[in-house]
């Protein structure tokens, strides 16, 4: 992930290369600095596969959260 100080992001692109029915996915995520013992993380998730029981079901998924700085 690329780092901007106490920022970290992420990409990942999931494409499948079947041109009439693509099962791709897209997420987003984002790590930052809130207190000097914790940390924000933004998560989004949009398309197929995020687990094995909706592989085949598009979902859509938005995730907030707050971890403890030493598990980065």
Known sequence: MP???DHESGL???Y???L???RGALQLER???MYRC????EQVFNGY???????DASTTRVDV??????LL
């Open 12 to 14: 990942m692109l999931q």
């Open 49 to 55: 596969g995020e687990s094995l029981i909706d592989y």
């Open 38 to 41: 914790c940390r924000g993380q």
């Open 16 to 18: 499948d290369l079947d």
């Open 3 to 5: 780092r901007r100080e």
């Open 31 to 33: 790590t930052f600095s």
């Open 65 to 70: 959260g707050i971890l403890p700085a030493g």
């Open 20 to 22: 009439d029915e693509n």
